[in-house]
């Protein structure tokens, strides 16, 4: 029974890890800022159509439907655009995914080590471990999730099984 278990995040492993950490939220700065350049944006690009159309000798009301549909769609392209800015990259939470990943339950804290990079958990700042198919996460208090693959454990159901519950016994959750 081994309280370490280390391995390589493949890119499905990254891409699970990735979903993990954005949680759907993107802070209030973005939002602020893609909520108030995205009108500006807007304006912009109604005034500019509207003034090329009217050169062009169009009616009053193709002036304003025309422009009206670009800013509109200028308008949310640049909020889409981005909100997407906003999401990390997936080197911002995963890091090199060629480094060797070592998670070890010691007495006092959980420690993972990934390439030159090391971090130590207290088991309070343990929030919840979940096991799911093909992985269980480790939700952290004050830091990104932690993803364990059970590729791991070479296929042993037991190793896996035994290492979730020390887990989740030292943790108390």
Same mark, same amino acid.
């Given at each position: 029974?081994? #309280?370490? *278990?280390?391995?390589?995040?493949?890119?499905?492993?990254?891409?699970?890890?990735?979903?993990?950490? +954005?949680?759907? &939220?993107?802070?209030?700065?973005?939002? =602020? =800022?893609?909520?108030?350049?995205?009108?500006?944006?807007?304006?912009?690009?109604?005034?500019?159509?509207?003034?090329? *159309?009217?050169?062009?000798?169009?009616? $009053?009301?193709?002036?304003?439907?025309?422009?009206?549909? !670009? /800013?509109?769609?200028?308008? *949310?392209?640049? =909020?889409? *655009?981005?909100?997407?800015?906003?999401?990390?990259?997936?080197? #911002?939470?995963?890091?090199?995914?060629?480094?060797?990943?070592?998670? %070890?339950?010691?007495?006092?804290?959980?420690?993972? +080590?990934?390439?030159?990079?090391?971090?130590?958990?207290?088991? $309070?700042?343990?929030?919840?471990?979940? &096991?799911?198919?093909? =992985? &269980?996460? !480790?939700?952290? %208090?004050? /830091?990104?999730?932690?993803?364990?693959?059970?590729?791991?454990?070479?296929?042993? +159901?037991?190793?896996?099984?035994?290492?979730?519950?020390?887990?989740? %016994?030292?943790?108390?959750?």
């Amino acid at each position: 029974m081994s #309280d370490k *278990i280390s391995g390589f995040l493949d890119e499905k492993d990254q891409k699970r890890l990735i979903r993990l950490s +954005r949680r759907g &939220t993107v802070g209030p700065t973005a939002i =602020y =800022y893609a909520g108030v350049t995205a009108p500006i944006i807007s304006a912009s690009m109604s005034l500019m159509v509207r003034n090329a *159309i009217e050169m062009v000798g169009l009616s $009053a009301y193709w002036q304003w439907f025309l422009s009206a549909l !670009v /800013a509109a769609l200028a308008g *949310i392209s640049w =909020y889409l *655009i981005f909100i997407r800015w906003s999401y990390r990259s997936p080197r #911002d939470v995963v890091g090199d995914g060629r480094a060797e990943m070592d998670v %070890q339950l010691l007495e006092e804290r959980m420690q993972v +080590r990934r390439g030159g990079v090391e971090i130590r958990i207290d088991w $309070a700042n343990v929030v919840s471990v979940k &096991t799911r198919r093909g =992985y &269980t996460t !480790v939700e952290v %208090q004050g /830091a990104e999730p932690l993803l364990i693959p059970d590729a791991w454990f070479d296929k042993d +159901r037991v190793a896996r099984k035994q290492f979730v519950e020390r887990l989740k %016994q030292k943790a108390g959750v």
